[in-house]
Structure formats: C-alpha cells, structure tokens
C-alpha cells in the first residue's frame, strides 16, 4: 500500500538557520506530493505541491523537489523565522479512489 | 471563494454523550471526507463521500461512528456515545470529484473541530 515516512521531530533551530525535513513515500506509479503545515490551534494549510517527477514546489520561501528515482520530497527554507514555528506534515495523493496518505508530522520548533 | 466550513471549532463533553459536527464544502465540488487527527499523529480517513453516496467508509468505527451526506452538500458527522479516545481534531475535506483514474483531485481543508471527551 502506500505510505509516507517523514523525520521524527520535534526539530528545535535558531532564527535565520537552515530547516531540512526528510520525506520519503513508498507507492506504485506517479502519485502527487504534498507538504501541508499546521499552525498552533489551526487546521492544515497546503503549504506547496508537485505533481509529476523533478518537478519543484515552492511557497513563503519552502521548497520540494520531487526525485522519483529516490522516492523523497524534502521540505527546505534557507532562513526560518520564529513564524515558522508548526507541524509540517508530508503527504502523497494517488488518483485511484482519490486518497491522500499522510506523514506522522514534523514538529518545528524556532526560537529567536 | 470560500472555503472548507465546519462547525463547532471545539467541543467538550462526558464520555458516553454524543457529539455531532457539521461541514459545508467548497460549492461544486462532489467529494467530502471526514477525518480523524489523534495528538501527534497524521490525519486518517474515516469516511469518503461523492455526492451524497458513501465511497469508502473501511476506517470508520461504525458501532459508535456515523456520517451522513443528505442532498450531496452538507455533511455531518456523530459519535455516540463518545470515548475518551475520541478526544482529537476532525477535519472535512472536499475536492471536485473522485474517481479520475488519471490524476489525483487536490483536497482542500476545513479548520476543524477540535473534540475533547473527559
């Protein structure tokens, strides 16, 4: 079945450090991938996407490249702010049936 | 356009009272999910509908859990009677149709209803 592995968290960085969030999925043909973020006592909020292989997502200074040929999406900002602060979950979105696979989440933590 | 709505925000109750929450989906699109957030995990599916039929319902803990589309619109969703592991945020989701074998149909996301059972 399908399936997403993200990095455990929580990810604690100084502001203006660098933020890597490993992803890896596991599933059959082209799914879509998708980083969603969710803030302290609010819902998810689509963060970025990529549809089809090497393709790159970005938004508010993330980005995510989707390398087929090791099954990732890593989520990376150069500079975090304490805004940044928030659950960072990896998900894969598949055709059949529509569905969407989530990561565990990352928890970030950034503090000034 | 507006979004994803769901009502309450949050909820308290007694364990062993029922609970409903309600969602109103982005206009036109046919497809509506119910899921589940526990603390610290991903969401999980408990309920997929498209239009007003229920298309996948294989995660829903159906001796306690109950949803329901009437007209392909508005949804709800029933606990009864509630457990102290129900305590979770339930996010409605909606997209404009499923079963595209092509590609996938982004799915956009209401704010939840956070649900805490004592």
């Known amino acids: 079945g399908n399936s997403v592995t993200q990095m455990e968290g929580p990810v604690t960085l100084s502001e203006e450090a660098f933020l890597t969030i490993n992803c890896t999925y596991t599933?059959?043909?082209?799914?879509?991938l998708f980083w969603y973020v969710q803030y302290p006592g609010e819902g998810l909020q689509l963060l970025l996407k990529a549809t089809k292989a090497d393709d790159k997502g970005s938004n508010k200074g993330f980005e995510a490249t989707y390398r087929k040929e090791t099954t990732s999406f890593h989520l990376e900002k150069g500079s975090v702010q304490v805004s940044d602060s928030a659950v960072y979950f990896c998900?894969?979105?598949?055709?059949?049936?529509?569905?969407?696979?989530f990561g565990g989440g990352t928890r970030v933590l950034v503090k000034p | 356009e507006a979004g994803v709505a769901q009502s309450p925000r949050y909820k308290i109750i007694e364990k062993r009272q029922s609970v409903a929450f309600w969602c109103n989906p982005i206009?036109?699109?046919?497809?509506l999910y119910w899921y589940q957030q526990i603390l610290g995990q991903g969401p999980k599916l408990l309920i997929q509908?498209?239009?007003?039929?229920?298309?996948?319902d294989s995660q829903l803990p159906k001796d306690r859990f109950s949803a329901e589309r009437l007209k392909g619109v508005d949804s709800t969703l029933k606990i009864q009677p509630a457990k102290l592991e129900d305590s979770a945020v339930y996010l409605c989701?909606?997209?404009?149709?499923?079963?595209?074998?092509?590609?996938?149909?982004?799915?956009?996301f209401g704010p939840g209803t956070r649900l805490t059972v004592l």
């Open positions: 599933a059959t043909g082209y799914p879509s």
């Open positions: 509908f498209q239009n007003n039929g229920v298309v996948d």
């Open positions: 998900a894969l979105g598949k055709a059949a049936g529509n569905k969407l696979t």
């Open positions: 206009s036109g699109h046919a497809t």
């Open positions: 989701a909606s997209s404009l149709e499923y079963g595209g074998a092509s590609f996938y149909n982004e799915q956009f």
